[in-house]
């Protein structure tokens, strides 16, 4: 079945830097999908994504749709102390069923 | 407009034993997915419900079972339970034909 590989697994933030992360596939996908989940929480969705090539964004978050529909990448600008969480790449290529990605954990530096 | 709710909150079971885990739609949505999320790891797919019936399953034993109600809301069932099924327990909405899907607060099972 298709793999979702994000990376990196988990990077530490200052409050101010930009955060970039990404997440590969197998295959190719129709959609991404961007969820951001906080301990103890469920997933919530940040960014949708549905054409290669597609650029979009939410707030600080700008997320992109790569032209060969194999990747994906989420930046976050200017980042803050509550954007600490784990962010999961998502496909839901099958028309149900979402397929995510390891995560990427972000930390604040200590 | 009101998100996805689910209950218990958190569980403790004996292996062997049965759980059933319960979820309300968000509002407008018809379609519901279970998800189990190991620590660690990313969510993964059990089964999905639209229209009272099983539309689309994982890689879960049989002993995973579900119901849709009329009202939308449903019931993860989880028979004969072991060690391993300890994981957060997370329930989706969606509009039939959509592709977000969105995810209520989980369930903490716990099986001792």
């Known amino acids: 079945g298709q793999q979702l590989n994000q990376s990196p697994q988990s990077m530490f933030i200052q409050e101010g830097e930009d955060v970039s992360m990404n997440c590969t596939s197998s295959?190719?996908?129709?959609?991404w999908l961007w969820y951001k989940q906080d301990p103890g929480e469920g997933p919530v969705l940040l960014i949708a994504l549905y054409k290669a090539g597609e650029l979009t964004s939410n707030g600080r978050l700008t997320a992109q749709f790569g032209i060969t529909r194999k990747d994906s990448f989420l930046n976050i600008s200017a980042s803050i102390p509550s954007d600490v969480g784990i962010y999961f790449c998502?496909?839901?290529?099958?028309?149900?069923?979402?397929?995510f990605g390891g995560g990427t954990r972000l930390m604040v530096k200590p | 407009e009101t998100g996805v709710t689910q209950s218990p909150t958190h569980l403790i079971k004996t292996r062997g034993q049965q759980v059933t885990l319960r979820c309300s739609s968000q509002s407008g949505h018809n379609t519901v997915s279970w998800y189990q999320q190991a620590l660690g790891q990313g969510p993964q797919f059990i089964f999905q419900?639209?229209?009272?019936?099983?539309?689309g399953r994982g890689n879960f034993p049989p002993r995973f079972s579900g119901l849709q109600f009329p009202n939308y809301s449903s019931e993860l069932n989880v028979n004969a339970l072991e060690l391993d099924d300890s994981a957060l327990y997370l329930c989706a909405s969606s509009r039939q034909g959509k592709y977000e899907q969105y995810f209520g607060p989980g369930t903490r099972l716990t099986v001792t």
């Open positions: 419900y639209y229209r009272e019936e099983e539309n």
């Open positions: 295959s190719i996908f129709n959609t």
């Open positions: 998502a496909d839901n290529n099958a028309g149900n069923m979402l397929t």
